[in-house]
């Protein structure tokens, strides 16, 4: 993970889901410095043990390993205490008496020009960012974004104020049912996790919303394109959704997971994805980041890829290695036109190879001149579910 040192101050982003470590990133960048990834406490140790040139500490506090971002931020201060540390969250509020001494806490979603200001305040002004020319200079698309950040705030504002009302209505409900002392209290308890637990879930919903947002437009040559291009992330991230509930976000099916990802992109009928492999049950983290992932794949392939042509298809074919506990997924693409390497890096290839990272395991794109090939090479306690 370590990287040549450079004449900027580097931010360490600790952040296990992959689309909001992405936005992090960019947030960090535009403030003018340069990230570091992690995605655990774990890692995080590992990177500041190796290199001495860590300016600040970027970490989401709940996290999964062997620490969350709050243990992790108390053991940088103790043993780097010259380190900066910004803590986010989206479910819990620590107090100042939790957090390290000098530490800032942000809610998530993060409101971007707040996050840049106070990063350059606590390292320093960082370098010029210079925004991409768009088709027309009078198109400003970090302007475009705010309004769709904005929403999202007053949106969780909204769901706040509807889940306290809730939990008044049930009180009074069971007030009124005549429930017994001791079995009210024990609804309650129950009806406060489950409140509290669909609170996290909407806050990280829309912490993932604003950064699809965000990241689309970001990278838009207009703002049609940008549009375009977030719609689609977001109905793939709803089909995935749809999935985890019917079977209450415990573990889902990789063969339906693949399927509902490709079946919207498969118009023309004839079954032009193929898929070959063993069923497995994967997590809800693995489904959520394969369906996105997916939508990617299926985006490009229809624009650019086997499935532009009539004669085009697409093999998707996985293999369990039971000895060396792994899971190998490639996607083949044939009966299209020649494909090149692109000329940059768009979002869409960020996020395909940040998959890798986000479940332990490698990602490798070819351009081969029979068609685009994606592999995947992961192991199976990162995506298979533990009860299956």
Known sequence: MSTPPTSLPNVLVVEDEMILRMRAVDIVEDAGFCPVEAVNADEAISILESRSDISLLFSDIQMPGTMDGLKLAH???????????????????????????????????????????????????????????????GENLEVARSPQESVLVAENDNLRLLLEQADTDAKVLLAQAGIEAHEREAADKLQKLILGELHHRIKNTLATVSAIAAQSFRAAINL????KAMDGRLLALGRAHD?????????????????????????????????????????????????????????????????????????????VDEIEQRLRLKWSESGGPAVAPPTRRSYGTRMIESLGQQLNG???????PSGFVYQLDVPLRSVMASNA
């Open 243 to 319: 999935l985890l509930i019917q079977v209450s976000w415990s573990n889902a099916s990789l063969t339906h997971t693949l399927s509902g990802a490709t079946d919207p992109f498969d118009s023309q009928g004839g079954r032009r994805f193929h898929f070959n492999g063993p069923d497995l049950r994967i997590t809800s983290g693995a489904v959520i980041a394969l369906a996105m992932t997916f939508n990617e794949l299926c985006t490009n392939t229809t624009k650019f890829g086997a499935l532009s042509s009539s004669s085009g298809h697409v093999e998707i074919a996985w293999t």
């Open 362 to 368: 490698q990602v490798r794109l070819a351009y081969e």
């Open 75 to 137: 053991a940088v201060h103790d043993r780097w205490p010259a380190i900066k540390i910004v803590l986010v969250s989206g479910q819990v509020k620590p107090s100042e008496t939790e957090t390290p001494a000098d530490s800032r806490f942000f809610r998530k979603p993060l409101a971007v020009d707040e996050m840049i200001s106070q990063l350059q305040t606590m390292i320093g002004a960082g370098a010029l960012k210079i925004l991409p020319t768009t088709t027309d200079p």
């Open 224 to 227: 049609e394109q940008g549009q």
